[in-house]
């Protein structure tokens, strides 16, 4: 049984640019959560996807943006990216309920210079 | 909002040696992750506490909740190179709607 899995694990984009992530998440869960983890720090909660739709949003600019897809994988968008963006995002996925043990895939490594 | 505090941030330890690492949250807790990371990489889940009182252990790691305190303990026996790392503590909200909040980690680094 696979986990949740990332792609791509790896990217460097210019300020300014656009970047899409994308994480499929663990057979059986419907909920994918985003979070971004600077350098030295805990990852900090970006959003939540659930039925397709954004359930909750942590303190995050407009320019961070997600959509998942029937199938409950998950994609992140993030536009004028800027060099404070640099970071790994991580995705994790649950099934529907709380209170379940949450999975975290090996993340995206994002580069922005 | 509720913050996470883990102490300490970072500690050295000898191989062999016992080691503990806490994590005291500002707000009730409703339940309580511990998961170790490698550098630069994902999470690995290591346990889950939701009662007070609560105690979990995953080979030579043990976890503790103590609700009046609000807070959590994470114990190592024995230490290994292998348990070498980052420890981060995450808590759920009120709501269990599996939206971590997480401490900034403790840095563990084995003697060998």
């Known amino acids: 049984d696979a986990g949740v899995t990332q792609s791509p694990t790896h990217l460097i984009k210019t300020r300014g640019q656009q970047v899409t992530l994308r994480c499929s998440p663990k057979?059986?869960?419907?909920?994918v959560s985003w979070y971004q983890q600077a350098l030295g720090q805990g990852p900090q909660f970006i959003f939540q996807?659930?039925?397709?739709?954004?359930?909750q949003r942590g303190n995050f600019p407009d320019r961070f943006s997600g959509h998942q897809f029937p199938n409950y994988s998950s994609e992140l968008n993030v536009n004028a990216l800027l060099l404070g963006d640099s970071a790994l995002y991580l995705c994790?996925?649950?099934?529907?309920?709380?209170?379940?043990?949450?999975?975290f895939g090996e993340g995206s490594w994002l580069t922005v210079v | 909002s509720q913050e996470l505090e883990q102490s300490p941030q970072s500690l050295i330890v000898q191989e062999g040696k016992n080691l503990t690492i806490n994590c005291t949250s500002s707000?009730?807790?409703?339940?309580l992750y511990w998961y170790k990371q490698k550098y630069g990489e994902g999470l690995i889940f290591l346990m889950m506490?939701?009662?007070?009182?609560e105690e979990k252990s995953h080979e030579k790691i043990t976890a503790k909740l103590d609700e009046k305190k609000q807070q959590s303990s994470l114990h190592i026996t024995a230490s290994q190179p292998s348990h070498a790392g980052i420890y981060l503590c995450?808590?759920?909200?009120?709501?269990?709607?599996?939206?971590?909040?997480f401490g900034k980690g403790t840095r563990l680094h084995i003697l060998p």
């Open positions: 994790a996925s649950s099934p529907t309920g709380g209170g379940n043990t949450i999975y």
């Open positions: 996807y659930y039925e397709e739709e954004e359930r």
């Open positions: 506490l939701q009662k007070g009182g």
């Open positions: 707000k009730t807790l409703y339940g």
């Open positions: 057979s059986g869960h419907d909920t």
């Open positions: 995450g808590a759920d909200t009120l709501n269990r709607d599996d939206k971590i909040i």
